[in-house]
């Protein structure tokens, strides 16, 4: 049964980079077709897809958030990450690490772990 872990800082200050770090349990990062992805949630917004790693290591990113979001991953530690650079109270929400088909499916998900960004 694969299970997935954010883990990371609960509040960073503005302009810091945000780096949070999912790790996968009872399953590889590489199996296919999965993709790896980083979602948020926000109150008054719904969820937002920021970016995701697929299973050959390829990376793509909302265009919204692309110039300041990094994913990698590393495969002997089973663990994919996120950088969001820059960062600005509009980015507080909850973070969640995720397995399944960008924009089709995320059918298996971490618990989330809220982020405050504030002075």
């Known amino acids: 049964q694969v299970q997935l872990q954010e883990s990371g800082p609960g509040l960073v200050k503005p302009s810091q980079t945000l780096t949070l770090t999912c790790t996968v349990s009872?399953?590889?990062?590489?199996?296919?077709?999965?993709?790896r992805s980083w979602l948020r949630q926000s109150p008054g917004k719904g969820l937002e897809w920021m970016g995701a790693v697929t299973y050959t290591g390829r990376t793509y990113y909302n265009r919204s958030l692309e110039s300041r979001t990094s994913i990698s991953r590393d495969t002997s530690k089973n663990q994919f990450t996120l950088q969001l650079s820059s960062v600005t109270p509009e980015d507080t929400a909850v973070y969640y690490c995720?397995?399944?088909?960008?924009?089709?499916?995320?059918?298996?998900w971490g618990q989330g772990t809220q982020v405050t960004v504030t002075t």
């Open positions: 995720t397995r399944g088909r960008t924009f089709y499916y995320y059918h298996v």
């Open positions: 009872g399953g590889s990062i590489t199996t296919r077709p999965y993709d």
